[in-house]
């Protein structure tokens, strides 16, 4: 299939991806095989499509979430209830590469394309299931959603402060969920032109609770062979100190961190002055100085108090020690460093322009290809008519709501 909407340049250039996908977790992960070159066609529902349309409608008219997960990709709006916009689809997947999903509970199996199904009538295609907790648990029936995976998988315990604990500011179970499958999307297909043997499409089901409990790696090892639930302290680490956040003297917070004791004595001696804490035995290693964070974080925002931000840095900076400044959003829109290094680009809506961050991945000689964020249903005639439709079968398909 081929699209003027995107280059032909780019690594996943000449791979289609048909996603059935709402929220963030599934469009993570097809908004980032996009941003390799990839064609993605996002089937929506005609009645509202993808429900992060929804949430809000900052930006133009439209709604943060969408804007920021759907650029590039293709909207075509079918009916899957109905036996023509399946048959669509089926078609669509004829001449699909990969097709992403991540629907309630029980959804496609209801529609006859869980992943045995499209192995059956599709045997090439690589079919991706996102789900909340896997197959086989007591817990597969259950909607999952960042902040109640979050919850589940014990992460909300180790945020915020003890006795008030908190989600992750950013929806990390279904963003890392996302890039998971990416990555396995990525890895099947390399296996495929590597000759490998492996001809066939496999299914690959990737669980946004087994993602969280990947990343409460260390929390969990730690507790299972301390036998203690380490407590939240809020911007620091159960791991290591000094790590923390402090005031400075003109009202900013720096944060300092420290990993190994050859940073800990240059942060004693060089940055605070306070050689007589570097050769204290109670606080010679990382453990010693974890049991006694309360004296040493008190010590460094003692310092940090009497100096102002812009200081406070470049003698970290001097000394070798990590530092950053704690921003908000819009310090973060407005940041210099982004400025400098040209991260900006403009991507259109159907309200209008607006700014969008490239991906992170920097590759020599290919720059993500930044599309438009589609209308509901925008591509869904010229998508039918690449398919054979006729002009009249598609007016019919309209005229009977199986597509927009």
Known sequence: MTTSEQPSAGPLAG???VTLEQAVSAPMCTRTLGDFGARVVKVENPKGGDFARHYDDVVHGQAAHFVWLNRGKESVALDLKDPTGMAVLHRLLDRA???????????????????????????????????????GGPLSHKRAYDLLVQAESGACSITGHPGAPAKPGPPMADVCTGLYAAISVLALLAGRGLGNGNTAGPAVSVSMFDTMAEMMGYAL???????????????????????????????????????????????????????DLADDARYAGNADRVRNRDVLDAAIAAWCARHPLEYVQRRADDAGIGNSRYNTPSDVIAHPHLAARDRWRTVETPGGPTPALLPPPVVAGYEQPMGAIPALGEHTGAVLAELGYSADEIAAMRASGSAL
């Not at 999903?101 to 996102?130: M, Y």
């Not at 809020?234 to 050859?262: E, F, I, K």
């Open 15 to 17: 791979i289609t991806v």
């Open 97 to 135: 590469d990969v097709v992403v999903s991540n629907l309630a509970p029980g959804a496609t199996a209801k529609l006859g394309i869980t992943p045995d199904d499209l192995a059956a009538r599709h045997p090439d295609l690589i079919a991706v299931e996102v789900d909340g907790y896997g197959p």
């Open 221 to 275: 090892t730690y507790t299972r062979h301390s036998g203690v639930d380490q407590v939240p302290i809020g911007m620091g680490s159960p791991a290591v100190a000094p790590y923390g956040a402090y005031r400075t003297a003109d009202g900013h917070t720096v944060v300092l961190g420290t990993t190994n004791d050859r940073e800990w004595q240059r942060l004693a001696r060089e940055l605070i002055e306070r050689a």
